[in-house]
């Protein structure tokens, strides 16, 4: 690790991560402030909602309790919109932080400094990730916060860790995703489009699968298949072997981005 | 130990030729040119020998040790002026120069600002902001900062003016005296001859040749136009004429061979005006390379 780059990087990449975790702070300040008013119309929202077509309740994950419990309708923001916006920040952050100095021609001066490949490929690797996990961080710190103010005593933190550390997992996917596209992929493209493509695409997939026995087969090529959000499933729980299957693919993917790396040529 | 030596180095990028079998010695406190048309392979050696292309084949050491193996020690004693000077954008030249400084554990920055009041760089301004010219000078001053033993210097003369030119080379023969090793790249024929010891020509990605600079100097061609005051009728050319053409009383040619005999032919002749030049890098290679 190299300090001097890592300070430098981490400066650079700030105000984007203060941006994206603004965010999604924002998202669950709100949903979580207004569960109270929520749950006084939960009777009302739950025959609104037994109106709504069964195949688009079951691919939002919203079932007749969803607004009676605080993680029930925390939970229509987190899998849907808090998960998915991280996944996008974490993922073009993952492409853009190596492939930035080809594409705006600096890795001719970093990598003419006394560094090993190597060091640079760690260094930035430790950004990234204190980048995405800052920003998981922060969101979740908030979200214990407020579900623990508006909860009362009836939250079940075991499914409130269950959900975060799905979502953890898919932060640290997308992240290693993005670094590896980044490195498969000519470096002087923008990564902002496609990433936002495939986590969305990612998601829908598996948000289809759900409507219907007949296409399910299609969620197994998502991972929010494998790490899910279903929390009104009594049944909810860890999917361990899920987590250390990602991990695994992260480490691989991380792994032949290092290797992709020490070969590459640095174009001028 | 030599400060650079190649041994068949060659650097494919995929089908396409970068450079091919290249070997070259240059003696730890030389001045070394490397001439060469724009797309000949100089860039592509220089990047290879930094690291930052992977060389399909062959070898090349720098102060003895692997470039492949050892890039981390090597870079610590070179200075590198890329032909064009990219930096982040968002940073000053001080922020920039520091940040350079801080990799080679060099945290007392007076070294900076002597030699921006040198190079006459206002150390404040965004990179963005600068010339093309004050970009060079920031990375001039950002090869030399660090006391490099081997500077590696890829056209470093384009952008800057002649004032600055000189101040340039004033600061190249110092560090030379230094006994810094300088491997100098160029298209431009009169500046590898005023300052380097021995100049390799490539062309086409291959070394045509390795000379010494008077050796290069005695196949020194002119172009010369000559005007004469009414066109001669029998005119007898000199030893060393080549390619003489008509143009009413202006006659041009080419010349290669001693000043002396060209200059006394001159003297016989009933000329309004003479001029001598020297041709373009284009033409010695059509000669001898």
């Known amino acids: 690790m190299n300090r001097n780059l890592f300070s430098k990087e981490f400066k650079r990449n700030k105000k984007t ?33 037994s109106k709504l077509p069964e195949g688009m309740t079951k691919s939002m994950g919203i079932n007749m309790d969803t607004f009676n419990t605080i993680l029930g309708m925390y939970n229509t923001y987190y899998g849907v919109y808090i998960i998915v916006l991280l996944s996008i920040y974490a993922s073009t952050t993952g492409a853009t932080i190596l492939s930035k100095e080809e594409k705006e021609k600096t890795a001719e001066f970093l990598l003419t400094k006394p560094l090993s490949r190597k060091n640079i490929f760690n260094t930035k690797l430790l950004v990234l990730f204190t980048l995405s996990v800052s920003a998981f961080l922060l969101q979740t710190l908030t979200a214990v916060i407020f579900v623990f103010v508006f909860g009362g005593e009836e939250v079940q933190w075991s499914v409130f860790t269950t959900m975060h550390t799905h979502g953890l997992m898919l932060i640290l996917f997308f992240t290693c995703l993005g670094l590896f596209l980044s490195m498969v992929l000519k470096s002087k493209m923008n990564f ?51 987590v250390v299957v990602i991990l695994f693919i992260c480490i691989l993917l991380l792994v032949t981005s290092y290797k992709m790396y020490a070969k590459k040529d640095i174009s001028a | 130990m030599l400060a650079i030596q190649t041994k068949k180095l060659c650097k494919y990028y995929g089908e396409d030729l970068g450079v091919k079998d290249i070997s070259l010695e240059i003696e730890q406190g030389e001045i070394f040119g490397f001439i060469g048309p724009n797309g000949a392979g100089k860039s592509t050696l220089i990047r290879t020998l930094l690291g930052l292309l992977i060389p399909t084949s062959g070898s090349a050491h720098i102060f003895g040790q692997v470039i492949t193996l050892s890039g981390e020690t090597i870079r610590k004693d070179i200075g590198y002026l890329p032909s064009e000077v990219n930096y982040y954008d968002e940073m000053s030249s001080r922020e920039l120069l520091e940040y350079h400084c801080r990799f080679y554990g060099i945290y ?12 006459k760089l206002d150390l404040n301004k965004k990179i963005t902001d600068l010339s093309f010219g004050n970009r060079k000078k920031c990375g001039i001053i950002q090869s030399l900062i660090h006391k490099p033993k081997l500077l590696i210097m890829d056209e470093p003369t384009s952008g800057l003016d002649p004032l600055m030119q000189r101040v340039f080379f004033e600061i190249l023969r110092d560090e030379h005296e230094r006994g810094t090793t300088i491997f100098f790249s160029s298209h431009i ?28 100097q005695k196949k020194q061609m002119k172009k010369v136009a000559l005007v004469f005051a009414q066109k001669p009728e029998h005119l007898k050319f000199t030893e060393g004429i080549q390619n003489e053409e008509w143009q009413g009383l202006k006659l041009t040619f080419e010349y290669v061979g001693p000043l002396a005999n060209l200059i006394n032919w001159m003297s016989s002749l009933d000329l309004l005006d003479a001029i001598l030049e020297e041709p373009d890098l284009e033409s010695i290679f059509m000669n001898y390379y």
């Open chain 1, 17 to 49: 991560l203060i941006i994206w975790s603004f965010i999604v702070i924002i998202l669950t300040v709100l949903v979580l402030s207004i569960f109270p008013y929520m749950k006084d119309m939960g009777d009302d929202m739950a025959v609104m909602m």
């Open chain 1, 192 to 242: 902002m489009g496609m990433t936002v493509g495939l986590v969305f695409g990612s998601y829908f997939l598996n948000a289809i699968a759900k409507t219907s026995d007949t296409i399910s087969w299609i969620g197994y090529f998502s991972p929010f298949h494998y790490l899910d959000f279903s929390v009104s499933d009594p049944s909810y729980s860890l999917n361990f072997a899920s």
């Open chain 2, 108 to 119: 007392d920055y007076s070294e900076i600002k002597r030699l921006a009041s040198i190079f």
């Open chain 2, 189 to 216: 024929l009169s500046e590898v001859q005023n300052l380097c010891h021995r100049a390799a020509i490539i062309k086409d990605g291959e070394i045509k040749a390795t000379e010494n600079i008077q050796s290069l």
